[in-house]
């Protein structure tokens, strides 16, 4: 059985740091390319990070570059997302997405930066 499971996200500061992670099991992760998506209420859920199946390429939107960083541990079948300098306007559910032939998605873990 496939699952995603995020973790990490919560209520922080502007200006403050949160880690998530999403643990992997039930397929090969490190055959897997990671994303990290978000959704704020009302909008359309967008990508945050990329990561290919050996964390040799990673990409990122232009509104998360150079505070966020994406990473796995293909040994702990889990990636992650380190979110620094957050703003009121990262908060959102972040969802972790594994894609090869198949797509499998996290449940989702909510983020609220707000002072």
């Known amino acids: 059985q496939v699952q995603l499971g995020e973790s990490g996200g919560g209520l922080v500061q502007p200006g403050g740091s949160l880690r998530l992670s999403c643990a992997a099991s039930g397929f090969t992760f490190s055959n897997y390319a990671m994303s990290w998506y978000r959704q704020a209420p009302g909008k359309e859920r967008e990508l945050v990070a990329y990561i290919n199946s050996i964390g040799s390429n990673t990409n990122y939107a232009n509104s998360v570059k150079g505070r966020f960083t994406i990473s796995r541990d293909n040994g702990k079948n889990t990636v992650y997302l380190q979110m620094n300098s957050l703003k009121p306007e990262d908060t959102a559910v972040y969802y972790c997405?594994?894609?090869?032939?198949?797509?499998?998605w996290g449940q989702g873990t909510q983020v609220t930066v707000s002072s």
């Open positions: 997405k594994a894609q090869r032939l198949r797509i499998y």
